[in-house]
């Protein structure tokens, strides 16, 4: 799963061209499903996901069945979903499919950490997100350390960041609907 700073980035800059929706709820629903005990439930994680890295971190976001059961977007709902959309992309886009297959699972949650870590602190400051960003679940703040090399290159998380940020919600819903599965926009 992306860290909270980078699901915040991506729904602030959502934001910026989506000012109809309700910026607090928005902001709740990007933060809720990791804020929550149960967050394979949240996530609509597969039950029979893989053991390897690359079908344990491709069964933690099932689009289609949290979809299924949310039918008219909320804004809240609608953050909900961005959070999902960007934990589906970001294991996708993120990590070769040969760095999660030649790594262990405890490897890969090391470096991910050390990542996070290290990148909380820039995404706050670029992108202007503060302790009050957090005020509806305050446990998932972090202020973070000064950046250092690490699995994701900052530059590459910006990339990321700016093209989650620009998805056409309401296309790629559709395109989920249709091939009722995970699917890239």
Do not use: Q
């Not at 990791?34 to 689009?63: M, P, Q």
């Not at 589906?88 to 990542?115: G, M």
């Amino acid at each position: 799963m992306a860290c909270a700073t980078i699901h915040l980035a991506i729904a602030k800059k959502y934001l910026e061209g989506h000012e109809e929706l309700n910026y607090e709820k928005v902001i709740a629903g990007t933060l809720y499903p990791d804020a929550i005990e149960n967050n394979d439930a949240s996530h609509y994680t597969d039950i029979n996901r893989g053991s390897d890295n690359v079908s344990h971190v491709r069964g933690k976001v099932n689009l289609y069945a949290f979809l299924k059961e949310h039918e008219n977007l909320d804004d809240f709902e609608l953050g909900w979903l961005l959070h999902l959309v960007t934990d589906y992309l970001f294991f996708e886009e993120c990590f070769t499919e040969e760095y999660l297959l030649n790594n262990s699972y405890e490897d890969f949650c090391k470096d991910l950490y050390f990542a996070y870590e290290h990148l909380n602190l820039y995404l706050s400051d670029k992108y202007h997100i503060t302790e009050n960003d957090y005020k509806d679940y305050p446990s998932e703040y972090y202020p973070g350390s000064p950046y250092e090399d690490c699995i994701l290159p900052k530059e590459m998380i910006d990339e990321f960041i700016n093209r989650v940020s620009t998805i056409n919600l309401n296309k790629y819903i559709k395109k989920i609907k249709k091939h009722k599965n995970n699917i890239k926009p």
